[in-house]
């Protein structure tokens, strides 16, 4: 099964009882994961007073578009959030000797989704509306609710050059990259994790928070840290160093 595919059928409610508390407001927030699914997690907004609908998965998916003018699920999964407008500069050729692999003009699939919120252009509030996807509540950016979870350099006129590349083409075997059959943690291969071929941000996060997902990480789906797993143990998965 595509990641793609799990995207859409993972549904990462967690049937274990977990204590936590959930992103609400614009107080503080939780920047880690736990592992256990979507309920809790730092993509569960199902408490945040902005949140008119209470619900975990609509602020970013629907069932049904409800005829809405803007139809963002032409983006792809069933797409319920406002996306970027922001004309991106993305990560230079330039910058790097053996980047040679094909890049799309701006982002696409799942990181143009992420940069949604995550570009800090776009509230977290703006889905599911018939008008001009605004609600009539204030706007809430993600910087209010966890700077951290900005993606550097995304509102310095959308610099994406600081930034791992993304919409890119993995080549495995290939400039110094492991084979597409190479294990990632518990997410399979490397290549289960491509979105149509391509490094996306879901190729290192797991954005449902489910049993990918390192617990006490960002999301990611294998950890980094040297104490618990293997130091740069994510970096280390696709690049040959």
Known sequence: MTYLSRLL???GLAAASIGLFVIAGTGPAQANGFGLGITGSPHDFSAATWNFRGEICRTCHVPHDHNRAQ????NGLLWNHQVSSVTYTMYDNAWSSTLNNTQSPQPDGVAKLCLGCHDGSVA???FDSNAALTRPDPAVFINEVDAGAQIPGALNAGDLRGTHPISIAYNGGDLGLNP??????TSGTIA??????KVQCSSCHDVHDGTEAVAGTHLLRVNQAAATGTASGLCLTCHNK
Do not use: C
Request: glycine fraction near 14%; hydrophobic fraction near 35%; charge should be negative.
């Open 192 to 197: 289960d994790v491509l979105d149509g071929g």
């Open 71 to 74: 139809q963002l699920f032409t």
């Open 180 to 185: 597409e059959s190479t294990a990632m943690g």
């Open 9 to 11: 059928t993972a549904t």
């Open 124 to 126: 977290l509030n703006q």
